[in-house]
């Protein structure tokens, strides 16, 4: 399994390039973003649970991400590898993944950051907002709040995987084409 970590503030891109990487490197694509949205649509257990952090723009407990990152990996036994999106968030989250993929032989191959200005995300995620329906893209406190998640709690995590020499980064500014371009020279050299 090659188990890739995208990494990057919100409205960086990670979800548009997983797209593309899914597809080009048969990978299985988890957004933990995406899984909690589906549950707060389908008024799950689950999504009961998430909604008051997501509709604020906080992280979610690790506890309640990490059972459903694991849920849904062992939905996936015969992947190729696994493109983690928005997961893991935390020290504790990246601690987890790793004990996790270890007890199933397996390990992140590589976290990928794509890099840009807060400002032209916040600009990003204020467009998308528009359109999205996600409450926490329509209003700029939430989004600030997001940023200020990010810096304290996930940007830790660079150092985290640069000490295993997993960390790479890429500009996150250009065409879908050009990122996904510098993605893939990164994937290929793995
Ligand atoms: P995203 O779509 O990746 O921007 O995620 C939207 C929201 O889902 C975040 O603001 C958090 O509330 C929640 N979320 C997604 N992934 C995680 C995670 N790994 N840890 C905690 N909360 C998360």
Known sequence: MTNIVLFGKPGAGKGTQAEFLKEKYKLTHISTG???????KNDTELGKQCKVFM?????????????MLI????????????????????LSQARDLDAFLESIGSKVAATIALEAD???????????????GRIDDQDESKIRNRYQEYNEKTAPLM??????????????IGSIDEITKRLS???EKL
Request: net charge negative; no cysteine.
């Open 34 to 40: 995406d899984v909690f949205r589906f549950n707060l």
């Open 55 to 67: 509709d604020a723009g906080d992280l979610v407990p690790d506890e309640l991400t990490t059972k």
């Open 71 to 90: 849920d849904e990996v062992n939905k996936h036994p015969d992947t190729n590898g696994i493109l983690f999106d928005g997961y893991p968030r935390t």
């Open 118 to 132: 807060d400002e032209i995300l916040i600009q990003r995620l204020l467009e998308r907002g528009k359109t999205s």
């Open 159 to 172: 150092g985290y995987y640069k000490e295993q020499n997993k960390f790479h980064a890429v500009d996150g």
């Open 185 to 187: 020279t990164v994937i």
